[in-house]
């Protein structure tokens, strides 16, 4: 029989963060797959040893540089550019383990990696996904703008129902043994140009969007944004950010 007060008190609400700045796809993916592995590790050595040690949390930010990643279920049609084209344009491509067809990441936008032990949380991958959904419709708030879930498509959009419809924030992600990795990646001062050049998330007829052109504005702050997420996130997963 499971003690559920001792497992309670093991839950560990910190979150290990760290903000890379502007990092090659590939090396970022690496490092998750290492703090990934962290977690995992932790939690096989509990059941297979009889042990209680606590399982860490981690929540990356990171820039990428120009880059197109295809989900595992992905259509690989969904990227309209030839592997010639790529090269010429400078940016790169994978075929990545996460949920969710093809995105594109690039400068001025902001990818968020959370890699938790959902244990700590709830054991629940669709209110996960609700709540990062949550956490960026409460920081679109603080903008003035009305963000909004579409059925069936997983992500932050704006005038849902319209024939306006438009994507501000892409999610996917990835969950072993209640782990998670990969997460979002919110347009800010996104060049929207690239996204013309793949059918975003699978998804035809709909636009994507930026949280500047929505303003009306040049450039908006990044390091504001984020502190705005980092406080709805804190505040919806009642944990806390300690700095790595």
Not at 36 to 41: S, V
Not at 113 to 122: G, M, Q, R, S, T
Not at 140 to 154: A, F
Not at 174 to 202: E, K, Q
């Amino acid at each position: 029989m499971i003690n559920f007060a001792i497992h309670y008190k093991l839950m560990n609400r910190e979150i290990y963060f760290k903000d890379l700045g502007r990092k090659d796809y590939k090396e970022t993916w690496e490092y998750q797959e290492q703090l990934f592995q962290t977690i995992l590790d932790v939690k096989i050595g509990n059941r297979k040893n009889q042990e209680h040690q606590k399982t860490p949390n981690y929540f990356l930010y990171v820039e990428h540089p120009h880059v197109y990643t295809l989900g595992k279920s992905g259509d690989f049609t969904n990227l309209l550019l030839s592997e010639q084209q790529l090269k010429e344009k400078e940016i790169s491509f994978y075929k990545i383990n996460r949920g969710g067809d093809i995105t594109y990441h690039g400068p001025g936008q902001i990818v968020g990696y959370p890699i938790l032990d959902l244990e700590n949380f709830f054991t629940d991958i669709h209110k996960y996904l609700r709540f990062l959904e949550e956490v960026i419709i409460l920081m679109l708030k603080e903008y003035g703008l009305n963000g909004e879930r579409s059925d069936g498509e997983t992500g932050v959009w704006l005038d849902v129902g319209t024939p306006f419809a438009r994507k501000i924030c892409a999610m996917g992600v990835r969950a072993s043994r209640w782990v998670t990795m990969h997460g979002f990646a919110l347009n800010v001062n996104a060049n929207l140009g690239y996204f013309d050049h793949i059918i975003p998330c699978g998804i035809k007829g709909k636009a994507v969007t930026s949280l500047n052109v929505e303003l009306g504005v040049d450039s908006v702050n990044l390091e504001e944004v984020k502190s705005k997420i980092n406080q709805h996130f804190s505040n919806l997963f009642e944990s806390t950010f300690v700095s790595m």
